[in-house]
C-alpha cells in the first residue's frame, strides 16, 4: 500500500477494513472509519466508496469524538 495521504483514492487503502455506525440509515449514507496499519484512521463517504478518504492521527480521531460526545456539533444537524 502507497503512504496514505489526504485525499488519496479510498480504493487504494488496500486491506482496509471499514466500519460504519450502526446508526446509519438504510440507504448507508454515512460516514466509514478505517485504521491503517501505521496507526492513523481514513475516513470516507460511504455514498463514494472509491472517493477520496482522509487521514488522521488517532490523537485527531479522539479530539473529535470528545467533541462529538460533548455535543460540540449538535448544531450542525438540527434544524
Not at 35 to 61: K, Q
Request: overall charge negative; charged content about 25%; some cysteine.
Amino acid at each position: 500500500m502507497p503512504h496514505p495521504y489526504n485525499g488519496m483514492a479510498a480504493r487504494d487503502l488496500h486491506g482496509a477494513e471499514w466500519q460504519k455506525s450502526r446508526h446509519s440509515n438504510s440507504q448507508g449514507t454515512c460516514v466509514e472509519f478505517a485504521r491503517l496499519p501505521g496507526g492513523d484512521i481514513a475516513v470516507r463517504n460511504s455514498r463514494f466508496p472509491d472517493g477520496p478518504a482522509l487521514v488522521y492521527t488517532p490523537a485527531e480521531i479522539e479530539a473529535m469524538l470528545l467533541g462529538i460526545k460533548d455535543g460540540e456539533f449538535d448544531h450542525l444537524v438540527q434544524d
